[in-house]
């Protein structure tokens, strides 16, 4: 083979391995119930069974960096202030639908003390994803571009 056809077909590999990953993270993206999720219904199921912790106006508990005599720490803010917009939305949702110590204990961490209660009981894949679109509609467009980028980062790490 000449130089150029040996460039050619290395060219032609590399486009169709990137139409490969494109084309997974576009399908993954349009049945991705995070794109399709209600922020109106979220608001209401927030108030509904977060607010009482997590405060009305995402401001979360006082002095939430600090833990408390028995180790469990306060619910932080989901406001731009706290760290939720620092995570993905797969250990976003897991932790929802978990609880901290269910969560925990899927990444191999065992006996982790939690105030944060689990709610796969009690809410639906669907209503979480709701009230995630609500929190991230409250977050400024940078920290909401940064949020997605983890989100791309846990997509392209499970592959
Ligand atoms: C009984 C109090 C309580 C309730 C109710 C509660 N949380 Fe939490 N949550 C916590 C605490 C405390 C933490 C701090 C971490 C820990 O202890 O695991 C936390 C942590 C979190 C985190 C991870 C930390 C982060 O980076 O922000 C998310 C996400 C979260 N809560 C979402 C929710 C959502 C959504 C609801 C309602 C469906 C909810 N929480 C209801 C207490 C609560």
């Excluded at 150029?4 to 590399?14: E, G």
């Excluded at 139409?19 to 997974?24: D, F, H, K």
């Amino acid at each position: 083979m000449s130089r150029a056809r040996v460039l050619l077909a290395a060219v032609a590999v590399v486009s169709v391995a990137a139409l490969a990953v494109g084309w997974r993270l576009s399908s993954a993206r349009a049945g991705d119930p995070a794109v399709s999720a209600d922020p109106v219904r979220g608001q209401a199921l927030y108030a509904a069974n977060c607010a009482a912790c997590h405060g009305a106006n995402l401001e979360g508990q006082p002095d939430w960096r600090t833990a408390g005599p028995d180790g469990i720490l306060p619910a932080p803010p989901h406001d731009k202030t706290g760290h939720t917009w620092h995570h993905g939305d797969a250990l976003l949702f897991g932790y929802i639908k978990l609880g901290g110590a269910g969560s925990m204990r899927e990444m191999g961490v065992d006996n982790f003390k939690s105030g944060m209660p689990g709610f796969g009981e009690s809410l639906t894949d669907g209503d979480i994803w709701d009230i995630l679109a609500y929190l991230k509609s409250t977050w400024p467009e940078d920290a909401r571009q940064y949020q997605a980028e983890r989100t791309r980062d846990e997509q392209l790490q499970g592959e």
